[in-house]
Antibody
Framework: QITLKESGPTLVKPTQTLTVTCTFS??????????VAWIRQPPGQALEWVAL???????RYSPSLNSRLTISKDTSINQVVLTMTNLDPVDTSTYYC??????????WGQGILVTVSS | DIQLTQSPSSLSASVGDRVTITCQAS??????LNWYQQKPGKAPKLLIY???NLETGVPSRFSGSGSGTDFTLTISTLQPEDFATYYC?????????FGGGTKVEIK
């Protein structure tokens, strides 16, 4: 059974840095073709892809957020970490992590709502 | 980036209706397009991958079609549990994008 779970702060002040962690089980991020992504969704709005890390450590970032993002993986403990700097209230969103295989997000975490407010 | 435009943005339908949602890409994505269903407060769920392939466990009343720039998600006979928001997503371009969503509401 594949599971993913997001963890991190639920309230962050403007200009601060957000660090969210995805802890997963049921698959390995060392397996060829596997990736883990972060996708976010502002309240009442559409999904937005944020970042992705592949099994071979290749990383991709949304062009609109690229300068503020770092994604990393620790295969030994089945975790993927996303860091986003210089937060703004418009970054208030539910942040999901998801497994990507063969181009599709086939398993998702429950999401974590992160509010950016002073 | 490849933009995905879904229409309609919302629709009202009755149980038993046939529902069609479209997704238009700003560039050719061949068949690299997926569909997801999201219910309030829940994570999205994969329904269709590569334009027309039904994900394991998804009811056969869901189907997908299309290629290039024009795609369709069809629910043949709408069930009460199908009231949700549906999103398309492309992966032809490494910069992944989602459509704006289509909310299916009860008439």
């Amino acid at each position: 059974q594949i599971t993913l779970k997001e963890s991190g702060p639920t309230l962050v002040k403007p200009t601060q840095t957000l660090t969210v962690t995805c802890t997963f089980s049921g698959f390995s991020l060392s397996t060829s073709g596997v990736a883990v992504a972060w996708i976010r969704q502002p309240p009442g709005q559409a999904l937005e892809w944020v970042a992705l890390v592949y099994w071979d450590n290749e990383k991709r970032y949304s062009p609109s957020l690229n300068s503020r993002l770092t994604i990393s993986k620790d295969t030994s403990i089945n975790q993927v970490v996303l860091t986003m700097t210089n937060l703004d209230p418009v970054d208030t969103s539910t942040y999901y992590c998801a497994r990507r295989v063969n181009g599709r997000f086939d398993s998702w975490g429950q999401g974590i709502l992160v509010t950016v407010s002073s | 980036d490849i933009q995905l435009t879904q229409s309609p943005s919302s629709l009202s339908a009755s149980v038993g209706d046939r529902v069609t949602i479209t997704c238009q890409a700003s560039q050719d994505v061949t068949r690299y397009l997926n569909w997801y269903q999201q219910k309030p407060g829940k994570a999205p769920k994969l329904l269709i991958y590569d334009a027309s392939n039904l994900e394991t466990g998804v009811p056969s009343r869901f189907s997908g079609s299309g290629s290039g720039t024009d795609f369709t998600l069809t629910i043949s006979t709408l069930q009460p549990e199908d009231f949700a928001t549906y999103y398309c997503q492309q992966y032809k371009n490494p910069m992944l994008t989602f459509g704006g969503g289509t909310k299916v509401e009860i008439k």
